[in-house]
């Protein structure tokens, strides 16, 4: 059998094929935050301590919210 060319492992070995391929990945990640970008964001904000959670239960229409 003849081989013909240079094997793939080779070629990833050398310094300038490695550079072009994280160049690459680089781009293609820069792409897919760009398109991210383009689609809408929700964003959550909220807080929860003792004063707000006992506030709920202690309201008088607490009870009243449940039923209705």
Avoid: C, H, N, W
Avoid at 6 to 33: F, G, H, M, V
Avoid at 39 to 61: N, R
């Amino acid at each position: 059998m003849i081989y013909v060319g240079i094997p793939a492992e080779a070629l990833r070995q050398r310094p300038d094929i490695q550079a072009a391929e994280y160049q690459l990945e680089a781009q293609i990640a820069r792409t897919k935050s760009a398109r991210a970008d383009l689609k809408p964001k929700l964003i959550l904000f909220g807080s929860i301590g003792l004063e707000s959670v006992s506030s709920v239960f202690t309201s008088k229409y607490f009870f009243l919210k449940r039923f209705i």
